[in-house]
């Protein structure tokens, strides 16, 4: 599957389109980053407890849109973005979303 974040897909050729795709996760915090990430705020530094759990959340998130595309046909999504909101204290939703497209 070929992502890309702008319109096109350079040196392909856009086919046919199937519309937007999305893949989204809820993560929650837990005490043990807290815990870390409090102290980091002391001497400061990277978060590196929250830096792994956003990698995790824009993998699984992006895994979920591209399956979403396999299943329509796609080859490809173009215009991946995205976008991050809070769902409840604590938990926040990681959101991608492109549409996908059949390159050639």
Do not use: C, H, W
Not at 22 to 27: F, I, M
Not at 84 to 101: I, P, R, W
Request: charged share 25%; hydrophobic share 40%.
């Amino acid at each position: 599957m070929l992502l890309s974040n702008i319109e096109e897909v350079p040196g392909k050729r856009i086919v046919e389109f199937y519309g937007i795709v999305t893949g989204s996760t809820v993560r929650a915090k837990n005490v043990g980053r807290d815990i870390m990430a409090g102290l980091k705020n002391i001497v400061g530094g990277e978060l590196k407890g929250y830096t792994e759990l956003l990698e995790e959340s824009r993998k699984q998130a992006i895994e979920r849109m591209v399956t979403q595309a396999e299943s329509v046909g796609a080859n490809a999504v173009v215009n991946v973005r995205f976008s991050t909101s809070s769902v409840a204290q604590g938990a926040a939703e990681l959101f991608a979303y492109g549409t996908a497209v059949r390159v050639d």
